[in-house]
C-alpha cells in the first residue's frame, strides 16, 4: 500500500505519549534522531542565510497522527536511504577509529526550527552547561548565518546524533526556565506544519499566545542568597548592618529580594549592594507575575443558577460520552441535537464526570457573544473556570494561561484558539457549534480548529465532542460512514414544540409593504410582541449604515482605493469604511467623480435597521450588537445582561446574536434578508444560508410561552429556506449532498487553495501560472487524479492594493492533494523585488 493510496479508520491508535505531562522528548520518544533522518545542521558561520531557505523536510512516522474520513491527515513521506552502490571502496583507510566514534557519536543536539526565514528544522549542539536544562517547546537563541545577534527559535526535539562530518554550532542561550508546551503539543505543532504546509515556526507563535511569549505583566526581580562557602568569621568581620543582612538571609533559608531584607532589617538598600559586590550575596534574576495586575471582573450576562434535571434523551447521551470518556481511546462523537434540546447541560455533566477523574476540559465557542453565557454556566458548576478571548487584555490574558499551565483550572472557555491550552490533564475537548466558519483561521497557519481537536485528542486518547443542531456535511458524513459516533436529541426540553416559521416574499409588494426593511408581517409581529411584555430578535448579517455609496447621475460607486469592493456608509462618525481592510475617510457629500449633490446610499446594514426600528417602535427599547458596538471589554456582558432582565424589547444584530443564546422571553425572531448570503460564488453557500436561518430560528419558543419565526426572502422557493423553514435538517442534507456528489466537493471528496498575490498584476498571473504547470507536472508524477481549476481572479480580485489570483485543486483523498502541493512548491521561490507571495489554504471555507 503507498503512501497516498492509504487510510486509516477514525477508531485507529494514533501516537499517545507515554506520559501527558512530560515536558521532555529523548530520543527514544517520537522525535528521535529517526523522526529527523535528513535535517540540515545549523549554517556554519561563514554560509549566508539566503543559502539554507529550503531544508529538508521534516519526516514523522505516518503512524504517529490520527487519520480518517472526516479530517484525514496526510500520512509523511519516509526518506529514502541510499544505496550500498553508491558508497565507493578507498585504497586507504579514512574512517577515524572506533574510541573517536565512540566520542563523536556522543553528542547531545537539538533541533530548531524559526517562525522567519530560513525556518529550519536545524541541528545544533547542546553545550555541557544546558544538557540538562534544555527541552523540547522551550526558546532558545542560537548563532544563524552571518547575524551577529542570536536568533529566537524553538527546540522540537532533543537527540543524540552524530557531529562527525558536519560542522554544529552550540545553542547559545535558552529563554525560558521550563518548556511553553509539553511533548505532545510539540508533536501537534509539527503535524500542523506538515499537513497546513506552513512552516513549524510560524505554528508555534499561534500556538502560544504573544502575550505569553512577550512575558506581559511580568517583571525580573533580583532574589539573594548567601554564599556557599561563607563562614562566621566571615561574617562576624562585617559591618553591623551587613551582617544583620547576611544573618537574616541564612535564617530564613529561602530567596529574598533586596526590598524585603532592607525591611526587615531596618536598613537602605546600599548595605546589600556593598554584600553583592563582596560576593556575599549571590543574585538569581527570575521572571515572574507581578501581583498588581488588573483582573477584569468576569461577569456572565446575569443568567440565574438552576438546578435542571435530565431528559430521558439526555440521560441516553450523556452515558455515550461517559463510555467514551471512560474508554482511554480517542473517539469522535456528534451530538446532533435541535435548538433548545439541553446540550449544554450535557457537556457540563460530561465535565463533572472528567473533573470527578481529576481531568480538566476544553469548551470551544464559536462568539464572544456565547462566553458570557457560558461562563456562567460552568462557573456556576465548577470551581476553577478561565477564559480566553480577544477583550482580554495581555497581562491577563498571560495570567489566565499560566494558571491553565499549572493545572489550576478545570474548564477551558473560548474560542478557536482555545484548542491550544495548556491544560495538563486534558481529558475531553469539547467543540460547541462545530459547523460554524469562525473555526476557520483567515491567516497563517489557515488551520481549522475542528480538525486540530481532533488530531489532539485521537493523539491523547481522549474524546472530542462535537455539538451543533446543523452539523457541517463533513461531520454529518463522517457519522454515517462510521467514522464518528452520532448521539441523537431530536426534542426540546420539556418536549417544546419547535417554533413556527412564516416565509415573507419580498418580491410581492403587499407582503413588503412601503418603504423600509421591516416588512408588514414582522411590523404587525413585533408590536404583538411588546404588547405580550415578550421580546424580539431581529437578525442582520450587514453591519454599516448603507452598503453602497453610488452616484445616481454618473453611476460612480465610492469604492476603497486598495480593495475591489465598495465603501460602507457608517452613519456613526460620518464616514465611509471598507471593511476588508479598514480604509477610512469622511463620506462624501456629493459624487467625487462629477460633483453632484444627490449622491445615494443604497443596501442596508445594522445601523439603519436600527434607526427604523426606533421610529416604527418608538416606545421599544431597542440594542443594537455588531462589531461596531461590541468593541470595548464587557460590552457582550452588559447587553445580554439588560436582555435576559428584560431591560431590552428588541435586540438586532448580525449572526453573533444567531447562535447559542438561551433566552425564554423571546417570542418572536425576524430575519431581515435570508439571501444576503445565499448567492455567494461559494459551494457551501447554501448550507451556510441553512444553518443562519435554522440557528436564529432556534432563539425562540424556548420558555412555555412559545414562540414564532418570520423569515423575509427574495427566494421562498429555494430548497435551504424551505428546509429551514420545516426544521428539517435531514431534508437539507439529502438534497445538499446530490449536488456536493456532482464534483465531489467536501465531504465527498477534498479541497485546497492556493492564493497568489501581488502589486502588478501581470507579474502575479505570471507567477500563478507557473505554480499551475509545477502543480500539473508534480501530478503526472504522482500519477494521481488531482482536478486543477485557475488560475482565476477570486471574487475579490484586489485586496489591501494586491491584485489576487488563485487555484482551486481538488480529489477524493487530502493526502493526493497535499501531495501535490508539495512537491510542486518544494523549491518554487520568488524574485523578493516582485513582492509576489503565496499561501496554501488546505480545506478551505471561504472562497472569495
Excluded at 446574536?657 to 417570542?667: R, S
Amino acid at each position: 500500500m503507498t503512501m497516498l493510496d492509504s487510510q486509516l479508520m477514525l477508531d485507529s491508535q494514533p501516537f499517545v505519549p507515554e506520559d501527558r505531562n512530560n515536558a521532555t522528548v529523548v530520543s527514544s520518544a517520537p522525535f528521535s534522531q529517526s523522526t529527523f533522518p535528513q535535517t540540515p545542521s545549523a549554517p556554519p558561520a561563514e554560509s549566508s542565510p539566503a543559502e539554507f531557505l529550503h531544508p529538508t523536510s521534516v519526516t514523522v512516522p505516518s503512524d504517529s497522527f490520527p487519520s480518517d474520513e472526516l479530517f484525514p491527515p496526510e500520512q509523511f513521506k519516509s526518506q529514502e536511504e541510499p544505496s550500498a552502490d553508491a558508497a565507493q571502496t578507498e585504497l586507504f583507510e579514512t574512517n577515524p577509529p572506533p574510541w573517536e566514534l565512540a566520542v563523536e557519536d556522543d553528542v547531545l543536539l537539538a533541533s530548531i526550527v524559526f517562525s522567519k526565514s530560513p525556518h529550519g528544522p536545524y541541528d545544533y549542539r547542546i553545550p555541557d552547561s544546558l544538557r540538562e536544562d534544555l527541552k523540547p517547546g522551550m526558546r532558545v537563541g542560537v548563532p544563524l548565518g552571518h547575524r551577529k545577534k542570536s536568533t529566537l527559535g524553538w527546540c522540537v526535539a532533543v537527540k543524540e546524533g552524530s557531529a562527525a562530518h558536519r560542522k554544529l554550532r552550540d545553542v547559545a542561550e535558552l529563554l525560558d526556565d521550563t518548556p511553553l508546551c509539553d511533548a505532545a503539543l510539540v508533536r501537534l505543532v509539527m503535524w500542523m506544519g506538515h499537513y497546513y504546509q506552513v512552516p513549524a515556526g510560524q505554528v508555534f507563535d499561534t500556538l502560544i499566545p504573544s502575550s505569553v511569549r512577550a512575558g506581559a505583566g511580568t517583571r525580573q526581580t533580583t532574589y539573594f542568597t548567601p554564599a556557599k562557602d561563607l563562614t562566621d568569621e566571615q561574617i562576624s568581620k562585617l559591618p553591623a548592618k551587613q551582617q544583620a543582612v547576611v544573618r537574616l538571609l541564612i535564617s530564613s533559608g529561602k530567596p529574598t529580594t533586596a526590598a524585603e531584607l532592607a525591611v526587615a532589617v531596618g536598613c537602605t538598600e546600599d548595605p546589600i549592594r556593598r554584600l553583592r559586590k563582596k560576593e556575599i550575596l549571590i543574585p538569581e534574576v527570575r521572571r515572574e507575575m507581578h501581583s498588581n495586575i488588573r483582573i477584569l471582573a468576569q461577569h456572565n450576562d446575569g443568567e440565574r443558577k438552576q438546578k435542571l434535571e435530565l431528559t430521558e434523551q439526555q440521560q441516553a447521551a450523556l452515558e455515550r460520552i461517559n463510555t467514551a470518556v471512560d474508554s482511554g481511546r480517542g473517539r469522535t462523537l456528534l451530538l446532533h441535537g435541535v435548538t433548545g434540546s439541553g446540550k449544554t447541560e450535557v457537556y457540563i455533566k460530561a465535565i463533572e464526570h472528567v473533573v470527578s477523574q481529576a481531568g480538566s476540559a476544553i469548551v470551544m465557542v464559536p462568539e464572544i457573544s456565547l462566553t458570557p453565557q457560558t461562563r456562567g454556566r460552568f462557573e456556576s458548576r465548577f470551581d476553577s473556570v478561565a477564559v480566553l478571548h480577544s477583550q482580554m487584555s495581555p497581562s491577563e490574558r498571560h495570567y489566565h494561561w499560566q494558571r491553565i499551565r499549572r493545572g489550576e483550572v478545570q474548564v477551558v472557555i473560548g474560542p478557536r484558539s482555545a484548542v491550544f491550552a495548556p491544560l495538563p490533564n486534558l481529558g475531553l475537548i469539547v467543540l460547541d457549534e462545530e459547523h460554524d466558519t469562525s473555526f476557520k483561521q483567515d491567516s497563517q497557519p489557515r488551520y481549522h480548529a475542528r480538525k486540530v481537536a481532533h488530531a489532539r485528542a485521537m493523539a491523547l486518547g481522549i474524546p472530542l465532542l462535537l455539538g451543533s443542531a446543523t452539523p457541517s456535511l463533513e461531520a454529518w458524513h463522517a457519522s454515517q460512514c462510521g467514522h464518528a459516533e452520532l448521539i441523537s436529541m431530536p426534542n426540546r426540553v420539556a418536549n417544546r414544540p419547535m417554533p413556527d416559521v412564516q416565509l415573507v416574499d419580498l418580491r410581492i409588494r403587499d407582503e413588503r409593504g412601503g418603504s423600509g426593511a421591516i416588512s408588514r408581517p414582522l411590523h404587525a409581529a413585533v408590536l404583538e410582541t411588546i404588547r405580550d411584555k415578550g421580546q424580539a430578535i431581529l437578525l442582520l448579517n450587514r453591519r454599516g449604515f448603507a452598503t453602497t455609496i453610488q452616484c445616481p447621475s454618473c453611476g460612480h460607486v465610492v469604492a476603497c482605493p486598495d480593495c475591489d469592493m465598495p465603501l460602507t456608509h457608517h452613519r456613526d462618525g460620518g464616514k465611509a469604511m471598507c471593511h476588508y481592510c479598514d480604509y477610512t475617510i469622511g463620506t462624501p457629500p456629493w459624487c467625487p467623480a462629477c460633483r453632484f449633490d444627490g449622491i445615494r446610499y443604497g443596501g442596508l446594514g445594522t445601523q439603519k435597521l436600527e434607526m427604523e426600528a426606533k421610529a416604527k417602535f418608538p416606545n421599544a427599547r431597542i440594542a443594537r450588537m455588531d462589531s461596531d458596538t461590541m468593541k470595548r471589554p464587557g460590552s457582550h456582558q452588559r447587553v445580554l445582561s439588560e436582555f435576559r432582565n428584560g431591560d431590552i424589547d428588541m435586540l438586532l444584530g448580525t449572526q453573533m446574536i444567531a447562535k447559542g443564546l438561551d433566552f425564554p422571553n423571546v417570542l418572536l425572531v425576524g430575519v431581515i434578508n435570508a439571501d444576503s448570503a445565499l448567492h455567494f460564488p461559494d459551494f457551501r453557500a447554501a448550507e451556510r444560508t441553512f444553518q443562519l436561518v435554522t440557528q436564529v430560528a432556534g432563539r425562540t419558543g424556548r420558555g412555555d410561552r412559545g414562540g414564532r419565526v418570520i423569515v423575509q426572502t427574495f427566494t421562498p422557493e429555494h430548497p435551504a429556506i424551505q428546509a429551514a423553514s420545516r426544521h428539517d435538517y435531514h431534508k437539507f442534507v439529502e438534497e445538499e449532498m446530490v449536488n456536493r456528489r456532482k464534483f465531489n466537493y467536501p465531504p465527498l471528496g477534498s479541497v485546497a487553495r492556493i492564493i497568489i498575490r501581488g502589486p502588478l498584476e501581470d507579474k502575479t498571473e505570471a507567477v500563478a501560472d507557473g505554480i499551475l504547470a509545477r502543480l500539473e507536472s508534480a501530478r503526472d508524477l504522482l500519477g494521481s487524479e488531482v482536478r486543477i481549476l485557475g488560475p482565476a481572479p477570486p471574487p475579490i480580485g484586489r485586496l489591501r492594493g494586491k491584485y489576487r489570483f488563485h487555484l482551486l485543486l481538488q480529489a477524493t483523498e487530502a493526502a493526493v492533494v497535499g501531495e501535490t502541493i508539495r512537491r510542486a512548491l518544494a523549491d518554487f521561490k520568488t524574485d523578493p523585488k516582485d513582492e509576489i507571495e503565496f499561501l496554501v489554504d488546505i480545506d478551505p471555507v471561504n472562497l472569495l
